[in-house]
Every structure is written in structure tokens, then in C-alpha cells.
């Protein structure tokens, strides 16, 4: 039916956009989605630091980052410009996986601090107009937690059903998974004679969410953090809490095999999130995102669609599994490619969903190093990739220490290492017939510790992390790579990402304008278009170390220079060259 225009009103209500009909007698609101792309929300509109508290900074010089050291730093995190704080484990562990083996979710970790050090910082983050956003990880716990004490114990113990229990099959294991962290996924228990599954470390037992009153443990301890203030949850390995009914093996069960498909998005994984939504998440104004090993688009689509209730983002890992070591490091990766990945996400998530932007994280490598020259165009591309992260649709994330171009670290020995996945894996290639120096080597570029060292915040002893003997070494190159010497600097990296979350934040067309790619098939720059309305935007960015011509008519209309990571005050579209790992964001 045709309604006159002028029988419309538009009205605004909880940051959406309604149009009421004067013809329709119930006056019926309709969602007009297509008015901005998709509703507003502040979530959408943020940006988010990524703190790794072992690392961040010490206070009382026992070598570990703890909570005060946080609030020591909070107005340096502000000055940033960011608005979300996520704070990586700081529960009560035994520290077998760095936190993410949690023996208590209702404390906080000595190292770290106390609950009430917790409880200051949280209230200074508010002060400052920022949130907190907090880990949850309910996959698995500690072997120590309570629940694994009492469920080891026995065979008819209440809780052993909290867990995935299994006899073995004659002298093997229930099934033939392997773990994320190498070898078997499960672990003989003498005391019952039975295997549980760990899908991780063998002190990481594995959650058995098939039993309602797990499910109801772990909504009463969200409800419990959520209560304490917090403004949402960045939740671990979410997507794996289903696994396929009678935990089959895959393929030979004679061999160990990779086993995701039969725990990854599992057959009742939308209903355990629609469930922890009613439980836990339902009526507050807070944030979520599920990092999800394994997801696909169209499983993405479901997990943040905001009709279906479940989470606001996921952490796809397909740009990271595409093994981009850039400088030849890994022959099979392209521009293209990439551009391909980050293409197909934009696109399968402008229609209800959204996406999260980053490029590394506590469990990834530098991604200057990985996706930019960390040598002689270190700062560029540094400056680059941040501005693919803040001028793509989605919500950007900084990791602590990307915003001074972090980069990864080549530690001389494997003993120097402390990340228990590069140890295991390590020892299985030794012992697949790998030379030592080898399969260091390999690990150079690839290890978690990559992102773990500590951060360096001027170039005293240790980086100023702290006056003791630091838990993971110092990357050698603090004396250049800091704060303190960036803080000052306009043409810093320091400076640079200000200036980008500046820049996103004061055009919404960089938070829900539309997003087209341009040429594809490139083999050097990543160009596409932002446009909202009458705003329009074209991001251009050189992925490599040689000048780079780039024509196309969708640029004839632009010549306003409106960020630059190498001071350009001109466009021609005509006769366009970029710099090695430029780039321009022009109007």
C-alpha cells in the first residue's frame, strides 16, 4: 500500500529510528534499518583496549603486571581516546594457562591484587567515562577449581556430572581429538579409572554444558559480575561449550585427529547463548563478544543477528588462519586474498550483525610484524594497519602495546618462552624429527609470547614494566620502541592512533557507513569506500614496501585529504602513486 509521505512521522526512541503510519489505525512502528544501515548502539561507537594485565605494568616489583599497575596507567588509556576497557583474565588460577585455567571466578589472582584493588579500578574506569568489560571463560576450568575436586573424587559424586567423563577404549582414549595445545584431548584419571575431555591444556577440564545446573552456575556467576557494575563480557572460546552428541572420532580411531567439527558450533550452541541471554544478559545495556575458532559467516550471522538475541560480535579467526606472514615468509598468502576474507565478512554482516576489527591479540603475533615491515618501514605500515582497523565497518580493537608498534620477539632459546601452546608444539615437532634450531625458528614468528612481552614504557631497566626480574623477557628493542619516547612526538605511532580514533569517532560514516571494495584483485593496495548519506569516503592503503599506482573511476570525485600516515596534503586521482605502506583517507 502506498502511504503519502507526508502521513509519516519519524520518530526516534532508544537510539532507533521509527516511521509511524497516520493511516494505520494501531499505529504500527516499523524498523527502518535502512535509514543508517543498522541501529545505533554505543558499543558499535566504541573502541576497545585490549589489556593483558601480566604484562601491562607492576607496581610492587615481583615481575607480574597487576590491577594497580592498571589504574597507575588509566588516564594514559584514556588519553588514547578509547571507551571500552576488556581486561584479560584476573581470576584466582594456579597459572597453568596464564588465567584462562580459572580455580574461582568470584576472586581475584594475588598476583594481582585483591577485590577490592578490582573494585577501585572499576570505579576508575567509570570516573573516567569509560566501561570494563570482563573474560569470561566457561569452556573449561582449573583442575583445582572446586567443582573438578569434588567431580574427580568419585564416580557418584555430585559433581561429576559437571564434567565430560568417558571409559577409554581398551588401552585408548574415548576418541581420537586432538588437543588445541598438542597431543590427546583427554587424560587418564586414575582415581575413577575414566578420561575427561580438555580441549586444551590437561588442567583445563572441559565444561559438561549438557547439564542444566552447569548452565545455571555459570549464569549466577555472570549475574554476579554484572551486578558488581561491569559493562559486559568478552566471552573465551564460546563457541565451543556444544559438542556433537557420543563425542564420535574422526576418521581412524586408531590416529589422532583434529576433531573440531564435532565441537566447534555444536548442535546446541544457539540455545545454550538464547539461554545465557534470558539468564544473564537480558534488560542490561552491556557489550558482548564471543571469540569463536571456526565460525563461519553464515554461523556468524545467527551468533550477532539482533533479532536472535545472542551476542553483539564474534572473533573470526579466518584472517588469521590464513598464515599472512608477510615478506615471503609464507609464499601462498596475497593481498587479494586478504582483501577477499575481510570482503565476504563486511558484506555477510551489514544486514543485522556486526563486526569486531582487529589484527592481533593476546594469542596472536604482532601484527606489524606479521602484516606490516617491522624494519625500515616499521612506523608506516605500523600507522597503516591501524587505519584499516578504524576505518572498516565493526568495532575496532587495540591491543596493549600496538599503539607504539609493538612487535614480535625472537628469544634465543625455547627455555625462554613461557607460552605453554609454543612449548608443547615444539617438543611434537622435535620429536617428529625437526632440528631444535628449526622449529625455534618457526616459532619466532608464530608464539603467543610474540604478544605477551611486557610492555615498554620508556627505556629504562626493564622498560618501566617493573623494578624486579620481569616473568617473560623485555623485547629487546624497548630502548627504541616506548611511550615515553612517542608521547611527545606528532608524528609517532602514539600520536597516529589518537588521531584515528579521533577520526572514527567524529564521522559517523566510519561507524555505519556502507562499505564497497574496490578492485579486488590489486596485488599491492587495499582500496574501498565508505558512504553514508552524502559523506563519502575512500580509504587507500599501500600493503607494500614499493610505490604503488591505483586508478579508478569511483575516485574522480575525491580530492580532500582528510588523514594521511604520511603527511600528503594533495590528491589527484589521475595520477595517483602511493608511498610504501601508505595511507590516505580522502573526502
Known sequence: MHIPLLLWQITFENDNIFVESGESPNKNKIILEKVIGLHKRWWKEATVYQIYPRSFRDTNGDGIGDIPGIIEKLDYIRGLGVDVIWLCPVYRSPNDDNGYDISDYRSIMPDFGTMADWEKLLEGVHQRGMRLIMDLVVNHTSDEHAWFVESRSSKDNPYRDYYIWRKGEGDRPPNNWTSFFAGSSWQYDEVTGEYYLHLFSRKQPDLNWENPAVRREVYDMMNWWLDKGIDGFRMDVVNLISKVPGLPSVGDPNVLNWGGANFMNGPRIHEFLKEMNREALAGRDVMTVGEMPGVTVEEAQRYTGEAENELNMVFQFELMECESYWGGRNVNWSLPA??????????????????????????????VSRFGNDGPYWKESAKMLATLVHTLPGTPF???????????????????????DTRNHYRELV????????????YHDRSRDNARTPMQWDASENAGFTSGRP?????????????????????????????????????????????????????????????????????????????????????????????????????????????????????
Open 431 to 442: 620429536a617428529a624429527g625437526w632440528r631444535p634450531e628449526d622449529a625455534l625458528t618457526y
Open 471 to 587: 616473568w617473560l623477557g623485555v623485547n629487546p628493542n624497548y630502548k627504541e620502541i616506548n611511550v615515553a619516547s612517542q608521547i611527545g612526538d606528532e608524528d609517532s605511532i602514539l600520536s597516529y592512533y589518537k588521531r584515528v580514533i579521533r577520526f572514527r569517532k567524529e564521522r559517523e560514516a566510519m561507524v555505519y557507513g556502507d562499505f564497497r571494495l574496490l578492485q579486488p584483485e590489486h596485488p599491492t593496495v587495499f582500496a574501498y569506500l565508505r558512504t553514508l548519506g552524502g559523506e563519502r569516503y575512500a580509504v587507500l592503503l599501500n600493503f607494500s614496501d614499493k610505490p604503488s599506482s591505483f586508478s579508478d573511476e569511483a575516485l574522480s570525485s575525491f580530492g580532500q585529504v582528510a588523514l594521511s600516515n604520511v603527511g600528503r596534503t594533495g590528491f589527484d586521482p589521475a595520477a595517483l602513486e602511493l608511498a610504501p605502506f601508505e595511507a590516505v583517507v580522502v573526502k
Open 398 to 420: 587495540v591491543f596493549q602495546g600496538e599503539e607504539i608498534g609493538m612487535t614480535n620477539v625472537h628469544f634465543p632459546s625455547i627455555e625462554d618462552y613461557n607460552d605453554i
Open 338 to 367: 586478504f582483501k577477499a576474507i575481510v570482503d565476504k565478512w563486511q558484506q555477510g554482516l551489514k544486514e543485522g550483525g556486526w563486526n569486531s576489527n582487529y589484527l592481533n591479540n593476546h594469542d596472536q603475533p604482532r601484527m
